[in-house]
């Protein structure tokens, strides 16, 4: 099959998967124009769809690296390891040819090919308006989720919501940043109105209604847009569908998936027939990887820092963060979800967009940040201690360093607040300020050759 990397494999991995999005083996690679015919095709395809989420470069493996010890959360303490693909990463030293950051580009453009599929061809076949609505809407999050992604780690990136073949990828520019946004927030918007509030049965754990609009709200919030953000991330606040837990660690144990402060996360199933687990998340071997600043930040009761603690103990193999922390069948097969979105996330940043709107001296906002501490055992703050907009922004992004810790949040944070160089510099690593964006992957800049419409970043 011929391929580019932008548009990669136009039906690689759909698959006769029943109704669990995990089982997602593919049975043959059909033929795009023939296979989308009954409710069932688009169903596997959407099954497809959320599978290249799992895939090792993103959710499944390599975000650990891109977004998390790109951050002052992780450390990369192995430079022999892949031949330093990774530890490049961490100290700002990779090279445009660096594959880890070419495979995820290729992998978030799959998954949005897969959507493209999925959403150009399903009007035009009969099935349910309901369950049609759905199959849309699923289409819309993911492809919305993975453009977010692609235009936090490389800014302008080339916009595509069509499924084309090889001969039109080549005429593919990079968009301007605020082209790629406007296309994410139709997306989530759409799809808020045709997911379903709820799902039972095999279903559980597929995108929601409010899973849309927590992330769009996240999106109003990266894009600076309080306004919208305060009343978009409110619906999900005052909702019913969503709580925090009592007990924080009980957010992660791995036989209380799909609870009710997760609004979306990405499903791994350890020991299934078809290899639906994943490697161990931030494992190590030779040491402590969890950067010392992290856990300093935490006060000696705060119920989230044992979730930083690896265990059985740094030394071990696959010795493994405990939010992370799921019993080996394997070193390969660890069944534990990835957490994408969820309740203390929303209400940390629903209380940063209020702030950001006007601050109030113990109003709303405070009462809403301090949900999140109370629940982490920590004192709540005051007026007396935040007293200006400028120090609640800063105490809110710092608890959500705490709470959202090895989350994929901090670096996105540390970016959106203008904040990376300074954090970085604790930990000893000077970084290049135009380090806030990744290369483009060489590969890319090659094939399509033309400095005006696909240039490099600044920088590289």
């Not at 690896?310 to 696959?318: A, H």
């Amino acid at each position: 099959m011929k391929k580019i990397t932008v548009l990669l494999a136009c039906m690689i991995g759909l698959s006769a998967c029943q109704k669990d999005f995990l089982d997602l083996k593919p049975l043959s690679q059909p033929n795009a124009d023939n296979f989308y015919k009954t409710a069932n095709d688009f169903g596997n395809a959407v099954n497809g769809a959320y599978d290249a989420l799992q895939s090792a470069s993103q959710y499944g493996g390599d975000y650990n690296t891109i977004v998390e010890a790109r951050s002052d959360n992780v450390l990369d303490n192995d430079p022999s390891s892949s031949a330093g693909l990774r530890y490049n990463i961490d100290r700002f030293i990779e090279p445009t040819t660096n594959s880890v950051l070419r495979d995820t580009w290729g992998s978030l453009y799959t998954g949005i090919n897969r959507c493209n599929l999925i959403l150009d061809k399903i009007d035009a076949v009969s099935m349910d308006a309901t369950l049609k609505a759905r199959y849309k809407g699923e289409a819309q999050f993911i492809r919305a989720l993975s453009y977010f992604n692609l235009v936090r780690l490389w800014g302008r990136v080339p916009l595509v919501l069509k499924a084309g073949s090889t001969t039109e990828a080549r005429s593919f520019v990079r968009n301007e940043v605020t082209e790629i946004y406007a296309a994410i927030e139709k997306d989530l918007t759409d799809a808020a109105t045709g997911l379903p509030a709820t799902y039972t049965g095999v279903d559980v754990g597929r995108a929601t209604s409010g899973a849309a609009k927590g992330l769009l709200g996240k999106v109003y919030v990266t894009e600076k847009k309080y306004d919208l953000a305060v009343s978009t991330l409110r619906d999900v606040v005052n909702g019913t569908t969503y709580r925090l837990l009592p007990n924080v660690a009980d957010v992660f144990l791995v036989s209380n998936k799909n609870n009710a402060e997760m609004l979306f996360a990405v499903k791994f199933r350890k020991g299934g027939l078809q290899g639906e687990g994943h490697g161990s998340w931030y494992g190590t071997s030779i040491g402590d990887n969890i950067e010392p600043s992290l856990r300093a930040a935490y006060l000696p009761a705060d119920k989230r820092l044992p979730l930083t603690v690896q265990v059985p103990v740094p030394t071990s193999i696959n010795a493994v963060p405990r939010k992370f922390y799921d019993e080996l069948s394997g070193t390969n097969d660890v069944g534990n979800d990835f957490p994408v979105l969820r309740f203390a996330d929303v209400l940390l940043l629903y209380a940063e967009a209020l702030n950001e709107v006007g601050y109030q001296a113990d109003v709303e906002a405070f009462r809403t940040l301090n949900l999140v501490r109370t629940r982490a055992g920590v004192p709540n703050y005051t007026s007396a201690q935040l007293t200006t907009k400028d120090t609640f922004r800063t105490a809110i992004i710092n608890e959500r360093r705490l709470e959202l810790a090895l989350e994929n949040d901090r670096w996105f944070d540390l970016i959106r607040t203008g904040t990376a160089v300074d954090a970085i510099k604790v930990t000893g690593i000077t970084m290049p300020a135009y380090r806030t964006l990744y290369p483009v992957p060489q590969s890319e800049i090659d094939t399509y050759n033309n400095k005006t419409t696909f240039p490099q970043n600044q920088g590289y």
